[in-house]
T-cell receptor
């Protein structure tokens, strides 16, 4: 019963490096999203997707790219990491408009 | 735009105390409202939800009532336990087209034995 799986759980990058946070869900959910969590800021939406081949920007999309080639996977790419991207990242999915998001366990990223 | 405001934490209570965490929202239309809980080192989990005015969501002894007239969705529990220590997030759903959830900043609850 995997649910939403994120990898890696921890990552340290140097400024300017690139990396991809992986997210996979096995619930056949159409909707997937990425949030970042920062102290005192709650969760802020980075990008989301309502189905394969469809993505859109959230509140804080700058510096991040996404794609959705399959229903199961929704990777988040940082092309040139900056210290301001130090955060905990959560992937979440839901089916239709039920409202309940299912979250992964998070990926803690530190950019030096 | 739509937004959610929660009371600032941390909230520190003794075991068996009464809990209230305030949440107010600003939204157009009639959003659905949610409380999520995040235990240390974990992702968020849905605690309860309400989809229309005057609905009461409840789960694990927690309750919240959707109050359209005061645009509020306060979380309450009559007797907290140490195991309730977590971060609690209030959220609203923007609507059917985008499916986006807007979260409050979170309130940390610490329950002492």
């Amino acid at each position: 019963n995997a649910g939403v799986t994120q990898t890696p759980k921890f990552q340290v990058l140097k400024t300017g490096q690139s990396m991809t946070l992986q997210c996979a869900q096995d619930m056949n959910h159409e909707y997937m999203s990425w949030y970042r969590q920062d102290p005192g800021m709650g969760l802020r939406l980075i990008h989301y997707s309502v189905g394969a081949g469809i993505t859109d920007q959230g509140e804080v999309p700058n510096g991040y790219n996404v794609s959705r080639s399959t229903t199961e996977d929704f990777p988040l790419r940082l092309l040139s990491a900056a210290p301001s991207q130090t955060s905990v990242y959560f992937c979440a999915s839901r089916q239709g408009n039920t409202g309940e998001l299912f979250f992964g366990e998070g990926s803690r990223l530190t950019v030096l | 735009g739509n937004s959610v405001t929660q009371m600032e934490g941390p909230v520190t209570l003794s075991e068996e105390a009464f809990l209230t965490i305030n949440c107010t929202y600003t939204a157009t239309g009639y959003p659905s409202l949610f409380w999520y809980v995040q235990y240390p080192g974990e992702g968020l989990q849905l605690l309860l939800k309400a989809t229309k005015a005057d609905d009461k969501g409840s789960n694990k002894g927690f309750e919240a009532t959707y109050r359209k007239e005061t645009t509020s969705f306060h979380l309450e529990k009559g007797s907290v336990q140490v195991s309730d220590s977590a971060v609690y997030f209030c959220a609203l759903s923007e609507g059917s087209n985008t499916g986006k959830l807007i979260f409050g900043q979170g309130t940390t609850l610490q329950v002492k034995p």
